[in-house]
């Protein structure tokens, strides 16, 4: 069974190019104004990156505000029983040393969530795709094993006027 391959040639700018097109790149052949030129091709992705947004949030959760004795004539005042009161915590001996009635109230806590992601930066991820070197205005390289995957292709090294073909398959 004979198989049928399909190429496409791509001429391309000096600079940066956007044509879309994905395929593997098996040739490149320059012809420049300059009688010596190494043109460079390179594929170019955009990456973004991102950052969590956040937000303060506030919740109230019970606590308890007690005043208690150490038997020795000093009185303390103890406050943020997160939760709940814990009465075995202010006896000695099996006899309380809270002195009154503990005053229950709302504490408020700040804490910290995500509520989304925002861009925080844009990269430009380069790969090697190949180049050529010309000689008397004129240059061919035979590629192997590159991709393009239908991002953008940027030349380097290529004057205004020149003409970069790739050859894609």
Do not use: C
């Not at 391309?12 to 994905?22: E, F, I």
């Not at 109230?60 to 004795?69: C, M, P, Q």
């Not at 925080?120 to 010309?134: L, P, Q, R």
Request: avoid cysteine; proline fraction near 2%; charged fraction near 10%.
């Amino acid at each position: 069974m004979n198989s049928i391959i399909l190429a496409a040639l791509l001429t391309l700018n000096p600079g940066y190019n956007n044509p879309g097109v994905a395929g593997e790149v098996v040739a490149i052949e320059a012809a420049t104004t300059n009688a010596t030129a190494t043109v460079a091709i390179k594929s170019v992705n955009t990456l973004t990156t991102y950052t969590n947004t956040t937000a303060q949030v506030v919740t109230f959760e019970a606590a308890w505000r007690v005043a208690y004795t150490n038997f020795d004539g000093n009185a303390a005042i103890t406050t943020n029983v997160v939760g709940y009161l814990d009465w075995d915590a202010f006896k000695t001996n099996g006899v309380s040393k809270i002195i009154g009635d503990p005053a229950r109230f709302d504490l408020p806590t700040t804490n910290t969530v995500v509520t989304g992601k925002a861009i925080s930066g844009f990269y430009a991820a380069t790969n090697d795709i190949g180049s050529v070197t010309t000689s008397a205005h004129f240059g061919q390289a035979a590629i192997t094993n590159k991709v393009l995957l239908g991002g953008g292709i940027l030349v380097t090294g290529a004057a205004e006027g020149d003409i970069i073909n790739l050859l894609i398959k």
